[in-house]
Structures are given as structure tokens and as C-alpha cells.
């Protein structure tokens, strides 16, 4: 059975730092894409940031690209997400996701797009 696992989250004071770590049972390569989500209190899930595995491409959302940088470790079977000069509004609790592309077009920030979910990390900046 496919886990994912998160870890890494916490509390930080705005532009503070936070790495989280998604490790995948068998190898992220098995994955076409693994990245982030999150999901604020009273809003719906988002994506934040992908690996494709084919070329190793990146992906981030308008409002992390510049603070948060994603990259794999394949010998340990995980991602890891660095959140730098953290906002308020990046408080939510992050989930790791893996898709198997099934079509040609895959959307990369696509809820639906994605077959397996850890269970979710909290990340709370505040003052």
C-alpha cells in the first residue's frame, strides 16, 4: 500500500523558516508528479509546488515562487519542501500528494489529479 508520510511542520514568526519532509514508500520516481498541497481553515486545498519525475521540472504556485523551493532526495525516498520568508498567509495545514498520469495532460495543481495523500502537516506563522 502506497503512504506518504509528512513531517516537519510547526509554529514560526513571520519570515521565519520551515522544511517539511514527505517520505514515500517505494521511490518517488514511481510517481509522474509529487509535490504540496495546503489547505487553509475555510478555504479550499491548493497546490503549492510539484517535481515531475520524467524531467525533474518544478512547479510552484504565483504566491510562493521565490520562498519555497522543492527537491527530491532519491536515495531516501523523499521530497522536501523549503519554506523561506514565511507569510502569515502560508499558515494551513500542507499535504504531500503523488499522481500517476493517467492522460496525457496532467495538472499539475489539480486536486483530482492526484491518487495518494499523506495525512497532512500543520504550519502556523504568527506573531
Known amino acids: 500500500q502506497v503512504q506518504l508520510v509528512e513531517s516537519g511542520g510547526g509554529s514560526v514568526q513571520p519570515g521565519g523558516s520551515l522544511r517539511l519532509s514527505c517520505t514515500a514508500t517505494g521511490s518517488t520516481s514511481d510517481y509522474f508528479a509529487i509535490g504540496w498541497f495546503r489547505q487553509a481553515p475555510g478555504k479550499e486545498r491548493e497546490g503549492v509546488s510539484f517535481i515531475q519525475s520524467n524531467d525533474e521540472s518544478t512547479y510552484y504556485a504565483d504566491s510562493v515562487r521565490g520562498r519555497f523551493t522543492i527537491a527530491r532526495d532519491n536515495a531516501k525516498n523523499t521530497i522536501y519542501l523549503q519554506m523561506n520568508s514565511l507569510k502569515l498567509e502560508d499558515t494551513a495545514v500542507y499535504f504531500c500528494?503523488?499522481?500517476?498520469?493517467?492522460?496525457?495532460?496532467?495538472?499539475?495543481?489539480?486536486?483530482?489529479?492526484?491518487?495518494?495523500w499523506g495525512q497532512g502537516t500543520q504550519v502556523t506563522v504568527s506573531s
Open positions: 500528494a503523488a499522481g500517476v498520469r493517467k492522460t496525457v495532460l496532467f495538472r499539475f495543481f489539480w486536486v483530482d489529479d492526484y491518487d495518494y
